[in-house]
């Protein structure tokens, strides 16, 4: 065949005696010969539209083709220096578990030199961070960057190639092909620039950073002749340290352009580069920039004052319309749009709830005229609307360090001192079990709390601290660990305290991207405020970025509600907004979520500008997501008038997040051969934490959520230690291990009324590991027989491709079990739901006036099962970024059997499924946060509010609108659209 013209792109070649011969082919720079397929795909539209964490897409741009698409053919020519033998490279997105069958051709002098296929799930990849696997097995999510290459080499001579993409048939399951680029290299080994050491986040990304063409001229305006110094930032995860360049090589005369300098290796085109340009004794000057040497090209065309920055967009280098641009002109555009949009309250920021987000400080009065633009109420110069007391000193983590700083403050500066956060993503340590002394107190300890023989196995005096070894001592060797070290944070916030005055509050930020994800250990998350270590709870919000459904973080603000409760604590809560990554529509519910959920700290880490951070920011060139923080700020504003004075509404609901599961679960590391999955990932480790129980306290909280049923998040030591079931009517148990205390108080409750129900294991294991009947007994069961599928279950990632264990018919309906399969031999309890081969699934006792539901599989994740897609999951991006929906109703009607049987009273309603909502009472009235998850706008949602006083109206924040409303029997009626999430007031 021969290389048509329009198809030649002349691309770089690495051609020096120290390295190999490469040559790159982009592919965006593709050129598709058919609409079958294959198009130019922006970032935002493939799998990985991230620029941080193992997502790195060069150009931000790809070539892609839909999954299902078979015969599509894309050209583009490329030069090839020298004769030589070359390794053909694939650099695409491959999130697990997929095929992403594509075909690579090289085409010399009308011959078909080189042939393969590429994207086979299961064949041995080169990863980011310098993985090498087949299937990518990563604990606290995937990472997306795939580069592939068959051992052959294809023999090449000098001068040009015709690269061929061709689209294949793909087999299930089959994904999407975004393919980043192709590598040719006479390097035949399994590596890339950077591979060790520990260097580079994204195979042959440095070898495409070298190929890109950009190219810049300056004129100058200074008095003598002199050179332009160009920097940047270290964004590029893990090359974090910025560099600095001096162009070009001779000095400029005075008044003159410069020449035309390749500036394209020297940006890190992953994400948008900023270039901070400094020239010696000038106020100001022209900057070009264009895609070729020539500069017909121009992509950007602006005047800086010395130590501006041009911002380089990463899609400059192919995006038509795609222009360089200086902060301070961002800045100021996105000052101008905000005139056009909703500012809630008149205009006036918070008060009460404190917004955060880190801004670099800069001389440039503009950086702080946009953060205070945006709403935020903290950490501005004087001359700016704020919060004064809402410093956060961070990374303070000892009574000595908050000493020095204390001593290092002016007393003025300590006044505005609101929060010492004693780390980041930080866990709460442990002490040495081995020292004498802490043998000798937990002696006293194990004798304080009144426990004999019969609770330890042996006398007392004989209980060892131990962390293996006989369960009950290790279990209360546990316990007792854990209040040391409460006791160490609560001696350090005292010390805190001492320094900067009794209101000042102490935290530290906690990480929920370890394997059970989203999932707060018990004694970190909520124990620890029970006995005051802390003061304040911290925690971050990177939904988007770990592939669990967007509204878990409905379940970790439960989970900080059940922590802060004890001692009435407030909630700081990183919400991140970070794009690209985080879509605004998704933003704007979580801030309003937040917020929903009594927080009074959110906290947008990063925002800007963007390139004085790390990967963290909001991209200049994402407006939306501007602008949905700057509206969520606002709007705010207006209902922190009830929010700040109230409670979150109690439910009638309770799920116990038990700390015998957790602490049991945590332990139990399962061979990697168990796992459908991990058994696939040649660097998945021999042994994988089994994580279904917990996962299944999350999914069942989120389908009672989707009933609109509130539900509060309970301990064990709830119900033991202060009574914590008289409120409730119901409550739901997931879980092998449950604490016998709490077993004798749930019969009781059981007994007076109250609905039971219990699944994942029934809990016929005991909190030292063991069987044990009390639990089973309550619900009428005299044994189990337990099989298991899998160890380890990501919401997006695996649970779409899990295959069903076994069916349950119940009430003549079919729901397809996964996980679990625990048969169950009834005692004196009735069979309503039956395995595929007649045995007993599901069964219900009547208990004195309640009755206890018996659950033999994981009925939250099979529910969610039934609304998940079978697709690779995506990390953020415009259209890729999805809400479970549609869900089976025979799957809705097991996880909800209990709330059925009851009925318990629900604060909120709505005649739509997928509405969330969140009921806030205080001396001013009623707040209601409604957030829609199902994916599109909501028309005319009939919301239904049980409300505590008639109000004296409805309000929509975001339509900025009275409703019309109807009162009777204790509750106001309305319709209201909503499109992502809004505020409704219902004042007294």
């Known amino acids: 065949m021969g290389i048509p013209s329009f198809a030649i792109a002349l691309v770089w070649i690495a051609n020096c005696a120290a390295g190999p011969d490469i040559a790159i082919a982009e592919g965006e720079k593709f050129r598709p010969l058919d609409d079958k397929g294959w198009k130019v795909t922006h970032q935002q539209d493939s799998y990985g539209s991230h620029t941080y964490g193992g997502v790195w897409m060069t150009h931000g741009g790809c070539l892609g083709a839909p999954a299902e698409s078979e015969g599509s053919v894309a050209s583009q020519v490329v030069s090839i220096p020298v004769a030589g033998r070359y390794r053909t490279w694939s650099k695409y997105q491959a999130p697990p578990y997929f095929n992403y069958l594509h075909k690579i051709e090289i085409i010399q002098n009308g011959k078909t030199v080189f042939s393969h296929t590429y994207g086979k799930s299961g064949t041995p990849r080169l990863w980011s961070f310098s993985g090498d696997s087949d299937e990518l097995w990563w604990p606290w999510g995937v990472d997306h960057d795939a580069a592939e290459s068959p051992k052959a080499l294809a023999q090449l001579a000098a001068g040009p190639a015709e690269i061929r993409l061709l689209t294949v048939a793909n087999p299930k399951p089959a994904g999407n092909r975004f393919v980043d680029f192709v590598v040719l290299t006479t390097n035949p080994g399994d590596e890339y620039v950077g591979f060790k050491p520990y260097a580079v986040g994204s195979p042959?990304?440095?070898?495409?950073?070298?190929?890109?063409?950009?190219?810049?001229?300056?004129?100058?305006?200074?008095?003598?002749?002199?050179?332009?110094?160009?920097?940047?930032?270290?964004?590029?995860?893990?090359?974090?340290?910025?560099?600095?360049?001096?162009?070009?090589?001779?000095?400029?005369?005075?008044?003159?352009?410069?020449?035309?300098?390749?500036?394209?290796?020297?940006?890190?085109?992953?994400?948008?580069?900023?270039?901070?340009?400094?020239?010696?004794?000038?106020?100001?000057?022209?900057?070009?920039?264009?895609?070729?040497?020539?500069?017909?090209?121009?992509?950007?065309?602006?005047?800086?004052?010395?130590?501006?920055?041009?911002?380089?967009?990463i899609d400059v280098t192919w995006n038509k319309g795609s222009v360089v641009k200086t902060s301070r002109e961002h800045a100021a555009e996105l000052m101008a749009a905000s005139r056009k949009w909703r500012t809630a309250n008149g205009g006036k920021k918070p008060k009460e709830i404190l917004f955060y987000g880190n801004f670099s400080e800069s001389k440039d009065d503009w950086v702080a005229a946009l953060k205070d633009r945006l709403g935020y109420n903290t950490i501005?110069?004087?001359?700016?609307?704020?919060?004064?007391?809402?410093?956060?000193?961070?990374?303070?983590?000892?009574?000595?360090?908050?000493?020095?700083?204390?001593?290092?403050?002016?007393?003025?500066?300590?006044?505005?001192?609101?929060?010492?956060?004693?780390?980041?993503?930080?866990?709460?340590?442990?002490?040495?079990?081995?020292?004498p002394k802490n043998q000798a107190k937990f002696a006293a300890w194990l004798t304080g709390k009144g426990l004999t023989a019969r609770d330890l196995g042996v006398a007392p005096g004989q209980a060892k601290l131990s962390k293996t070894g006989d369960p009950r001592l290790v279990w209360y060797s546990n316990l007792f660990n854990e209040e040391e070290r409460f006791a160490d944070y609560r001696a350090t916030t005292a010390v805190a305290k001492e320094q900067f005055g009794a209101d000042v509050l102490t935290g530290a930020n906690y990480s929920p991207h370890h394997l059970a994800l989203c999932y707060g250990p018990v004694f970190q998350w909520v124990d620890i405020f029970k006995h005051n270590g802390m003061s304040m709870f911290w925690a971050e919000d990177y939904i988007f970025s770990v592939p669990e459904v967007p509204q878990m973080l409905s379940w970790m603000l439960a989970q900080a509600r059940c922590g802060v409760k004890y001692n009435n604590q407030p909630i700081h809560f990183y919400i991140m907004p970070h794009a690209p990554g985080q879509e605004p529509g998704f933003l704007r519910r979580n801030m309003l979520m937040a917020v929903g959920n009594g927080a009074r700290h959110v906290d947008s880490f990063w925002v800007g500008p963007e390139e004085r951070f790390t990967e963290n920011y909001v991209a200049w060139t994402y407006p939306e997501t501007f602008r949905a923080i700057h509206e969520a700020i606002h709007d705010s504003a207006e209902a922190e008038k009830i929010q700040s004075k109230g409670k979150v509404r109690p439910a009638r609901v309770a799920l116990v997040t038990g700390k015998a599961t957790d602490f049991n679960e945590s332990r139990l590391m399962v061979d990697k051969a168990k796992d459908p999955f991990a058994g696939r990932c040649k660097n998945a480790p021999a042994q994988v934490n089994q994580i279904i129980c917990r996962k299944e306290q999350q999914l069942l909280?989120?389908?009672?959520?989707?009933?609109?049923?509130?539900?509060?998040?309970?301990?064990?030591?709830?119900?033991?230690?202060?009574?914590?079931?008289?409120?409730?009517?119901?409550?739901?148990?997931?879980?092998?291990?449950?604490?016998?205390?709490?077993?004798?108080?749930?019969?009781?409750?059981?007994?007076?009324?109250?609905?039971?129900?219990?699944?994942?294991?029934?809990?016929?294991?005991?909190?030292?590991?063991?069987?044990?009947?009390?639990?089973?007994?309550?619900?009428?069961?005299?044994?189990?027989?337990?099989?298991?599928?899998?160890?380890?279950?990501?919401?997006?990632?695996?649970?779409?491709?899990?295959?069903?264990?076994?069916?349950?018919?119940?009430?003549?309906?079919?729901?397809?079990?996964?996980?679990?399969?625990?048969?169950?031999?009834?005692?004196?309890?009735?069979?309503?739901?039956?395995?595929?081969?007649?045995?007993?699934?599901?069964?219900?006792?009547?208990?004195?006036?309640?009755?206890?539901?018996?659950?033999?599989?994981?009925?939250?994740?099979?529910?969610?099962?039934?609304?998940?897609?079978?697709?690779?999951?995506?990390?953020?991006?415009?259209?890729?970024?999805?809400?479970?929906?549609?869900?089976?109703?025979?799957?809705?009607?097991?996880?909800?059997?209990?709330?059925?049987?009851?009925?318990?009273?629900?604060a909120v309603t709505t005649n739509v499924s997928g509405v969330e909502a969140f009921a806030i009472d205080g001396p001013e009235g009623t707040l209601i946060t409604l957030l829609?998850?199902?994916?599109?706008?909501?028309?005319?949602?009939?919301?239904?509010?049980?409300?505590?006083?008639?109000?004296?109206?409805v309000r929509s924040v975001q339509r900025q609108a009275k409703l019309e409303s109807k009162w009777a029997n204790g509750q106001a009626t309305f319709t209201v659209d909503i499109d992502d999430a809004d505020y409704i007031l219902m004042p007294r």
């Open 204 to 313: 042959f990304t440095n070898e495409a950073f070298a190929a890109t063409r950009l190219y810049a001229r300056f004129r100058n305006e200074s008095k003598a002749a002199a050179r332009l110094s160009v920097s940047r930032a270290g964004h590029y995860q893990p090359q974090y340290g910025g560099a600095t360049t001096m162009v070009p090589e001779q000095p400029v005369a005075a008044g003159a352009w410069s020449e035309w300098v390749n500036i394209g290796p020297f940006c890190r085109l992953v994400h948008n580069e900023g270039l901070t340009m400094t020239l010696p004794g000038a106020g100001s000057f022209p900057v070009q920039f264009a895609l070729d040497p020539q500069g017909k090209e121009i992509v950007g065309d602006i005047k800086m004052n010395s130590g501006d920055t041009a911002v380089v967009p």
């Open 380 to 435: 501005l110069p004087d001359s700016y609307e704020q919060v004064r007391k809402a410093v956060i000193p961070q990374h303070f983590g000892s009574p000595d360090a908050i000493r020095k700083l204390a001593a290092s403050m002016p007393a003025e500066s300590k006044k505005r001192v609101r929060v010492i956060s004693f780390g980041d993503e930080i866990s709460l340590g442990q002490i040495n079990f081995d020292d």
């Open 701 to 906: 909280y989120l389908a009672l959520r989707q009933a609109q049923h509130g539900v509060d998040l309970i301990t064990e030591d709830d119900i033991a230690d202060l009574d914590a079931l008289k409120n409730y009517d119901v409550v739901y148990f997931a879980g092998e291990w449950i604490d016998r205390r709490a077993v004798t108080k749930l019969d009781a409750w059981v007994r007076a009324g109250g609905v039971l129900y219990a699944a994942a294991g029934i809990g016929h294991l005991n909190e030292f590991n063991q069987p044990d009947s009390g639990l089973p007994s309550l619900l009428g069961i005299k044994a189990t027989k337990e099989t298991r599928s899998l160890a380890v279950l990501r919401t997006m990632l695996e649970l779409p491709l899990l295959e069903p264990i076994d069916t349950i018919t119940l009430d003549g309906g079919k729901v397809q079990a996964v996980g679990m399969k625990q048969v169950l031999t009834p005692q004196d309890a009735e069979v309503i739901g039956k395995w595929s081969d007649g045995t007993a699934a599901v069964t219900v006792r009547s208990h004195g006036k309640g009755k206890a539901f018996a659950v033999g599989t994981l009925p939250g994740t099979s529910w969610m099962k039934t609304g998940l897609k079978v697709t690779p999951w995506a990390r953020g991006g415009k259209g890729m970024l999805y809400n479970p929906t549609g869900f089976q109703a025979d799957a809705e009607k097991l996880a909800r059997l209990a709330v059925d049987a009851r009925k318990p009273e629900q």
């Open 932 to 953: 829609n998850w199902t994916n599109s706008p909501l028309k005319g949602v009939e919301v239904t509010v049980r409300a505590p006083a008639k109000p004296s109206g």
